[in-house]
């Protein structure tokens, strides 16, 4: 069974840093990206981070762009994301996201989502 587990989401004051950690498992194929989205109350889901799909840098929303990072450890099925300077702005539900292909059809999976909140 596939299962995406974050890990790493809570309370932090304005200013502050947190590191969230998504780790795969279960998957029968190789994973092709990962990514974080996030959804903040009254919002529709976004994203946050991707990797590039032409092996590039990493693609960022302009609003966390210079603050947050995205990586990966290909051995570990994990997929992190730091975040630096956060702002109340941040607040919001944090989601891994996983694509793979699987007898050619592409397939999404979620994770259950952390919490993050900013807030003094």
């Known amino acids: 069974q596939v299962q995406l587990v974050e890990s790493g989401g809570g309370l932090v004051q304005p200013g502050g840093s947190l590191r969230l950690s998504c780790a795969g498992s279960?998957?029968?194929?190789?994973?092709?990206?990962m990514s974080w989205y996030r959804q903040a109350p009254g919002k529709e889901r976004e994203l946050v981070a991707a990797?590039?799909?032409?092996?590039?840098?990493?693609n960022y929303a302009d609003s966390v762009k210079g603050r947050f990072t995205i990586s990966r450890d290909n051995a570990k099925n994990t997929v992190y994301l730091q975040m630096n300077s956060l702002k109340a702005e941040d607040t919001a539900v944090y989601y891994c996201?996983?694509?793979?292909?699987?007898?050619?059809?592409?397939?999404?999976?979620w994770g259950q989502g952390t919490q993050v909140t900013v807030s003094s």
């Open positions: 279960g998957f029968r194929s190789i994973i092709d990206t």
């Open positions: 996201n996983a694509r793979t292909t699987r007898w050619g059809i592409p397939l999404t999976y």
């Open positions: 990797p590039s799909s032409s092996g590039g840098s990493p």
